[in-house]
């Protein structure tokens, strides 16, 4: 029974570990931000409810093991590893949010420079001429934005932009 419930403590922490790791991630572009945002909200609305009740779990469980059985203390601080992840995890969100807000100021400057070498290049002008979707593809080409010449579906995700200007 303690080497279940150390496997099930271990798992927690795992987990904590896990959702720590991907919410400090920085995205490398503008839809890994959003694909980020969304798990770190995710995880506020839905998973850090359903962790807390496991943890409860664990430490009643963890509980009746010290009142029945001899735990040694190896085993007992690395329990304590998994309880601390729930008071450091809302630290955590706080840093994916400052993370959050830095690149995505720094992603609507990249697309302010990238609006403002369209409208320099009366790209904009174009769609008119040309129509939104072979434009779409004037602009993908000239901005060297992706290695293939065919713009992605319906959507334009921007990250790290270099524009050169003639």
Known sequence: MITLASAVLCSLCEEFEEIAQKALTVPA??????????????????????????????????????????????????????????????????EHRAIYAEKRT????????????????????QIGAFGLKQAAKVIWRRLHLWEKSEPPSNTMFFGPVEVHTE
């Open 29 to 94: 572009n503008t839809k890994e931000l959003m694909e980020l945002n969304a798990y770190v909200k995710k995880v506020e609305s839905e998973t850090m409810y359903a962790l807390e009740k496991k943890l409860i779990t664990a430490r009643t469980t963890l509980a009746f093991l010290v009142e029945h059985t001899h735990l040694s203390s190896a085993e007992l601080l690395s329990n304590t590893n998994t309880f601390t992840w729930s008071d450091r995890l809302p630290n955590i969100v706080d």
């Open 106 to 125: 720094q992603y609507e400057e990249g697309l302010k420079v990238c609006l403002k070498c369209l409208l320099d290049r009366d790209i904009i002008g």
